[in-house]
C-alpha cells in the first residue's frame, strides 16, 4: 500500500443500512465510489470532451459501475437497473447526488 493512499471509514459503517439491509455488492459500489472519487480538482477526458472534475465528484456511467460489480463467484450479478436502484436510494439517503453530463454518464457528488 502506498503511503497515504487511504481514506477513513467510521466503524459506525457496519450498522448502517447499507451494511445490513443491501446486498454486499451495493456496500461494495458505494466503497469504489468513495476510493476513487476526485482528491484534488481535475478533470476527465470522455468521448473527446474534457469534463472538470470536483474534489469528492466522480464521473462514471452506470454500465461502467455494473461491470465492476460483476464478480464470477456471486449469486446476484447487478444489472445496470439495479445499480441505478441504489444510486437513486444514496442520493433519498442523502449519501451522494448525481447529475447527468451526458445521457449516459454520470457526475457523481459525495453529499
Not at 497515504?4 to 457496519?14: E, K, P
Not at 466503497?31 to 465528484?57: C, D, F, H, M
Not at 454500465?63 to 436502484?85: D, G, I, N
Request: hydrophobic fraction near 45%; glycine fraction near 4%; aromatic fraction near 12%.
Amino acid at each position: 500500500m502506498t503511503k497515504g493512499n487511504f481514506f477513513a471509514v467510521n466503524r459506525s459503517i457496519f450498522s448502517h443500512w447499507l451494511f445490513v439491509e443491501a446486498p454486499a455488492w451495493v456496500f461494495k459500489l458505494w466503497l469504489y465510489l468513495i476510493g476513487n472519487a476526485a482528491w484534488a480538482e481535475t478533470s476527465v477526458s470522455r468521448w473527446g470532451t474534457s469534463i472538470p472534475v470536483k474534489r469528492g465528484q466522480r464521473v462514471v456511467t452506470v454500465t461502467e459501475l455494473a461491470s465492476l460489480l460483476q464478480v464470477t463467484k456471486a449469486k446476484e450479478h447487478p444489472t445496470k437497473q439495479m445499480v441505478s436502484y441504489w444510486l437513486k436510494r444514496m442520493q433519498v439517503e442523502e449519501m451522494i447526488s448525481t447529475e447527468y453530463i451526458t445521457k449516459k454518464t454520470l457526475r457523481i457528488n459525495r453529499s
